[in-house]
């Protein structure tokens, strides 16, 4: 039986026993338990190995130590505010051994925000579909409809480190492992079943910290690979909701120009405004009724 090792990222949050807690409950039996970052008032299990550090290190750094001191076949990414379903590892491992190598592999995942609980990616990445096009290949308010999450995936150890994680990137660091990953010639498999809970309540979740600026290095680093339709979605999607929020009118009218340019669409021009109106009630509506926006 191959050896999971499970890399928990971590800021100290008190989510982080629960995180631990889903890890130990898994059904499948070998599996190696890395904590980076430091525990905070949590009192970790005997046999789970606590990687700290005297000073701050980002996401990506953490993510790097924990695959190197790592001692399993497959590697695990969890961060300290999500949790797992007890069948993700199991689940995970069998359907790898059906898979090619360099194969990443995901799955789907529950959303637990304060307005409820929804259920991502709405729609999965299908066989020999770009990266690249899934992620943005499809005009949305919101990127989670097409979504590949790191609280999901597990490929080989040897894999994650030929990989590794861009410590200097801001944000959109998921994805940047992903697009990087598809340039090494990585192929990605992502299951149907739900067996992730990704906890959006927390203030200090990276997922809510929605700075443009924070995008720019990842927009800079693949626009020259994003065709126009691409182009135009990461924006809307990943950008253009926290420039609006921002009320400056310089950056606020350049991103819109620069979106329809890009796609010049009917359903383009609609979501602009709606985003300039900012009813997020009306938004949510339209995101349910995903398919009005296939290419």
């Not at 910290?209 to 999607?237: G, H, Q, T």
Request: charged share 20%.
């Amino acid at each position: 039986m191959a050896t999971v090792s499970v890399v928990i990222t971590t800021i100290g949050r008190l989510e982080l026993t629960r995180a631990v807690e889903s890890v130990l409950a898994q059904t499948y039996g070998k599996i190696e338990i890395i904590v980076v970052g430091p525990s905070g008032n949590n009192v970790l299990p005997k046999g789970v190995r606590h990687l700290n550090f005297d000073k701050p290190i980002n996401v990506c750094t953490a993510r790097n130590i924990g695959t190197q001191a790592s001692s399993g076949d497959f590697i695990a990414y969890l961060d300290d505010d999500d949790y797992w379903y007890p069948q993700k590892i199991s689940r995970q491992v069998e359907a790898l051994s059906q898979l090619p190598p360099r194969t990443i592999l995901g799955c789907r995942y529950e959303i637990l925000s304060s307005s409820g609980k929804s259920f991502y990616p709405r729609e999965i990445l299908i066989k020999n579909q770009s990266m690249i096009s899934y992620l943005f290949g499809k005009i949305n308010l919101k990127p989670g409809l097409r979504y590949f999450q790191t609280s999901g995936i597990i490929l080989a150890k040897a894999d994650a480190q030929e990989i590794g994680w861009d410590e200097e990137i801001p944000r959109h660091n998921d994805w940047d492992f992903l697009l990087r990953a598809e340039g090494f010639e990585f192929s990605f498999v992502q299951l149907e079943d739900v067996l992730v809970v990704v906890d959006q309540r927390q203030e200090g979740s990276i997922s809510r910290n929605n700075s443009p600026y924070l995008s720019s290095a990842f927009y800079n680093r693949y626009k020259e690979r994003m065709d126009s339709r691409e182009e135009s979605s990461f924006l809307l999607s990943a950008v253009f909701q926290s420039v609006v929020n921002s009320k400056k009118v310089l950056p606020i009218g350049s991103y819109a120009v620069r979106i329809i340019r890009l796609n010049n669409a009917p359903k383009t021009y609609m979501l602009v405004i709606l985003r300039l109106l900012n009813i997020r009630k009306l938004f949510l509506l339209l995101q349910s009724f995903y398919g009005l926006f296939s290419r």
